[in-house]
């Protein structure tokens, strides 16, 4: 009975010491995300398929989604500043054509080291909800 346990025990053991080994290359680890270093320019912009007015709706959402602190918001010039790990960043929207937006999240201070999940998060939150409704919220009376 002990040599079964032992023979499963190394078993196991084996199993989860070559599990990292199987794992998809292309996948951002958690620590990436969250991990300060130098993010490339090309990170920080991201065209969408949307007018400029849903994708600026959409990035207001995904500032709030994240827990960020929005600091100012300008929805004439489509650009929301807002702080994120005692750093501050301006997200901007830019309409290309009728059918294409571009979202450029840059740190205010254009220093370029910061984790990578702020913008990315900010981006998939984005992805996942672009085919969502947008609809007015009445206001109290």
Same mark, same amino acid.
């Given at each position: 009975?002990?040599?079964?346990?032992?023979?499963?025990?190394?078993?196991? +053991?084996?199993?989860?010491?070559?599990?990292?080994?199987? !794992?998809?290359?292309?996948?951002?680890?958690?620590?990436?995300?969250?991990?300060?270093?130098?993010?490339?320019?090309?990170?920080?912009?991201? &065209? *969408?398929?949307?007018?400029?007015?849903?994708?600026?709706?959409? &990035?207001?959402?995904?500032?709030?989604?994240?827990?960020?602190?929005?600091?100012?918001?300008?929805?004439?010039?489509?650009?929301?500043?807002?702080? !994120?790990?005692?750093? %501050? *960043?301006?997200? +901007?929207?830019? +309409?290309?054509?009728?059918?294409?937006?571009?979202?450029?999240?840059?740190?205010?201070?254009?220093?370029?080291?910061?984790?990578?999940?702020?913008?990315?998060?900010?981006?998939?939150?984005?992805?996942?909800?672009?085919? %969502?409704?947008?609809?007015?919220?009445?206001?109290?009376?």
């Amino acid at each position: 009975m002990e040599r079964i346990k032992f023979k499963i025990f190394i078993l196991c +053991s084996a199993f989860l010491f070559a599990l990292p080994a199987f !794992a998809d290359e292309s996948a951002v680890s958690l620590s990436t995300l969250v991990t300060p270093q130098n993010v490339s320019f090309e990170t920080c912009t991201k &065209t *969408f398929p949307m007018n400029s007015e849903r994708l600026f709706y959409l &990035t207001l959402a995904a500032v709030n989604a994240n827990r960020f602190e929005i600091k100012e918001v300008q929805s004439k010039t489509g650009y929301i500043l807002f702080s !994120a790990v005692e750093k %501050e *960043f301006l997200a +901007s929207v830019v +309409s290309i054509d009728k059918y294409r937006s571009m979202l450029k999240i840059t740190p205010a201070n254009n220093n370029y080291y910061f984790a990578p999940g702020i913008v990315l998060n900010m981006y998939k939150y984005i992805d996942i909800n672009a085919n %969502e409704h947008l609809q007015n919220i009445p206001k109290g009376g």
